[in-house]
């Protein structure tokens, strides 16, 4: 029965991790960029929820609704803004590694500025409670957490299978010059899918607001975490963002509980070293041709 609890704790912890790294991979796949300011944008989100719940009463769950259109927003406006600008660079993807770096960088100043480095932390009353089903408790926080983000994923699912613009975005995906021969707006698909992919880091940052501490260096935690992530389900791919994610949650809460917590990171680094090693393009992702 134990394993069993920590099987369904990983889940739970998975379900956001996936949420989280589905927003970064969904911008390789789309424009090639590899995202290093995913992380910090998050933290964005995290502390305008805590804002609108300390200064508003606002509930972090509630609160996506307004930073998840933010967020997009801001995602639509340094795309058209930054991107565009280094697109015809035969270092493109090495560029926005540079870009997205110094992005994540000035994001932690600002962000260092206006609340200093203190942990902070949204608190609403399930944070603390949990469910019991049989012998299996399930933390409040986290089964909410992890239900509103599969519920957003499946979202982003029916977004790209079922409307046009998610016609255009996965053409782009699949072969970006074939995709503007047919007569895609690349640049313009391109922008959506970058407010796309920030918009699930607001939700992301509204949603681990309430699970985690957070401080403005802490995204560089996170990113390392879903570069993991993203690097084992295959880069471009959300179906191996998704498996890859639920994958090592399981494996860091397992590790978590039968050596310790402080080993749990050692998971995602040595899964990121090992794929790198044996299957540099992942579970899922093609072989990349940069």
Do not use: C
Request: net charge positive.
């Amino acid at each position: 029965m134990d394993w069993v609890q920590v099987v369904v704790l990983g889940l739970l912890l998975g379900g956001v991790y996936a949420m989280m790294a589905s927003g970064l991979t969904l911008l390789f796949g789309v424009m090639r960029v590899v995202n290093l300011a995913h992380a910090a944008f998050i933290l964005v989100a995290s502390y305008a929820t805590y804002v609108l719940f300390e200064n508003l009463a606002i509930d972090p769950i509630v609160s996506l609704v307004i930073t998840m259109p933010l967020m997009f927003g801001l995602g639509v406006v340094l795309y058209l803004t930054l991107f565009p600008r280094i697109e015809s660079s035969p270092r493109y993807v090495e560029m926005t590694v540079l870009l997205t770096f110094g992005l994540a960088l000035i994001v932690e100043g600002f962000l260092t500025f206006g609340f200093t480095g203190t942990f902070r932390s949204v608190r609403p009353e399930y944070a603390s409670t949990s469910l019991e089903v049989g012998e299996i408790f399930m933390p409040t926080g986290q089964l909410y957490a992890s239900l509103v983000s599969f519920g957003l994923l499946i979202g982003l699912w029916v977004v790209l299978r079922f409307t046009k613009t998610g016609t255009a975005i996965r053409a782009t995906m699949q072969n970006r010059s074939a995709a503007q021969i047919v007569g895609v707006n690349v640049r313009r698909t391109s922008a959506l899918a970058f407010g796309l992919g920030m918009a699930l880091a607001g939700a992301a940052g509204s949603l681990l607001s309430f699970l985690f501490p957070f401080f403005p260096a802490k995204h560089w935690q996170w990113i390392a975490l879903l570069l993991a992530l993203i690097v084992l389900g295959g880069m471009g791919s959300i179906k191996g963002a998704v498996i890859g994610a639920l994958l090592l949650a399981v494996a860091s809460a397992i590790v978590t509980y039968e050596v310790g917590p402080t080993w749990s990171p050692i998971t995602f680094y040595l899964t990121l070293f090992l794929i790198l090693l044996v299957r540099p393009q992942g579970l899922f992702g093609a072989k990349l041709r940069l």
